[in-house]
């Protein structure tokens, strides 16, 4: 029905920057909000950010003013832009879109996640 692969996690040190993609696949008639969560070890999954089809934007207290998502609704894809990054970034980050496939009612769908680790 619906993929999403995730891409652009990676190692880097604290204070540095990573651009994660996650793009949409399959029958979409259409996808509504899309976002980020993170889930560190031993932790529950978290929002990160998210944004709807008109760009409005929401963000966890902790990455205001660090990171920032974005999406291209043409490609299906959202971007998260994360500057400034701290160990406590460090989680696996997974991409999450509401859509709605061919055929079907709309659902969420989660992305098979990506590793981010920031290092002191």
């Known amino acids: 029905q619906v993929q999403l692969v995730e891409s652009g996690g990676g190692l880097v040190q604290a204070g540095g920057s990573l651009r994660l993609s996650c793009a949409a696949s399959?029958?979409?008639?259409?996808?509504?909000?899309m976002g980020w969560y993170r889930q560190a070890l031993g932790k529950q999954r978290d929002l990160v950010a998210s944004?709807?089809?008109?760009?409005?934007?929401n963000y966890a207290d902790s990455v205001k003013g660090r990171f920032t998502i974005s999406r291209d609704n043409a490609k299906n894809t959202v971007y998260l832009q994360m500057n400034s990054l701290k160990p406590e970034d460090t989680a696996v980050y997974y991409c999450?879109?509401?859509?709605?496939?061919?055929?079907?009612?709309?659902?969420?769908?989660w992305g098979q996640g990506t590793q981010v680790t920031v290092s002191s």
């Open positions: 944004i709807t089809t008109g760009g409005i934007t």
């Open positions: 999450y879109c509401n859509a709605r496939p061919l055929g079907f009612g709309s659902r969420g769908y």
């Open positions: 399959g029958s979409i008639l259409s996808i509504n909000n």
